[in-house]
């Protein structure tokens, strides 16, 4: 699958507004909306398998996914929580599958808010394969991140499902 999402997604490079200046996005990144066709035919399956296995406590499907395309260590995404739209006042959900070379993904309390003391980091090595789901509160009381790796660090892709309006 990883060959394939790295071959065939129409991938982007983006630059973003960072304080006073126009910074490349450490990434490659493409989006596919509501009623999207995923590009690998599984996608579409894991998403409807995800939905249903979170079901009760989402209270609705995923409906959109994200891919970012992690090519080197170089390649990170800093602190945030997925907070745009809905997810920024109510309890959500996010899935994201992992495929490619391990990855860190770090996670730590926001600032004020109450999940626990500020500097608590917690890092969970991703792999191929790997499935972590962050639901409840987390993306409004917590922040994560992909950190830059040093050394050689080969390419990763994530895959983040999202239920409506959460970005």
Known sequence: MYERLAREVPWQAERR???DRVVDVPRL?????????????ILDEARDVLSAHYAD?????FRTAGLC??????????WHGDRIGRGNHEDTMVAILSVGEPRVLALRPRPGA???????TV???LGHGDLIVMGGSCQRTWEHAIPKAAGRVGPRISIQ???RGVR
Not at 29 to 41: H, R, S, T, W
Not at 69 to 78: E, H, I, Q, W
């Open 161 to 163: 499902f999202r239920p």
């Open 114 to 120: 109450s999940s626990g003391p500020v500097g608590s």
């Open 17 to 19: 507004q960072m304080y």
């Open 29 to 41: 990144l493409c989006f596919y909306g509501e009623n999207a066709e995923l590009p690998v035919p």
């Open 69 to 78: 395309f992690y090519r080197d260590g170089k390649d990170s995404v800093a």
């Open 57 to 61: 406590e989402l209270g609705e499907p």
């Open 123 to 125: 890092r969970y090595p």
